[in-house]
């Protein structure tokens, strides 16, 4: 019997460690990803005209005319990995980079093995934090956002 104490007091150990390292992991994710996709966009804004080429010649994005595809892809790529990195908006930046990143995978007509599995690792960070959140150490757990947000729909 002393073995099953021993080895639940341990499980519940380890249980809030992974808890207390929750916050942290997801701010380290949110800053990976983020960063990622804002060197994207700003380099895009750094040379406008090169960045309107790219999306007429290179990037073939489904449904849209590429002028249009570079205004929204752009802007998703500067203002959404701010927000992530902050916390602020929940879910929405993530969802939001989710399909940035899809489209830049679609819209490349050959994609290099390397350059696809990166794509597949931010995917799979963006869909975590998509799934979970942001974690307690974001903008919108430090107002209670949701909380608000609740008894205000009530």
Known sequence: MHIVKTLYTAHQ?????LNLLQAPAALVARLYVAQVFLLSGLTKLRDWDTTLFLFQE???????????AAVTGTFGETVLPV????????RVPALGLSVVNVM??????????LALQQHVLWGVLLMVLALYGSGAWAVDAWLNWDRRLSKLLR
Not at 59 to 68: D, G, Q, S, T
Request: proline share 12%; charged share 10%; no cysteine.
């Open 13 to 17: 150990l380890l249980l809030r460690l």
């Open 58 to 68: 290179e990037y073939h994005v489904p449904l849209l005319p590429p002028a249009v």
């Open 83 to 90: 927000l992530l990195v902050l916390g602020v908006g929940g």
């Open 104 to 113: 830049a995978v679609l819209s490349l007509t050959d994609i290099a093995p």
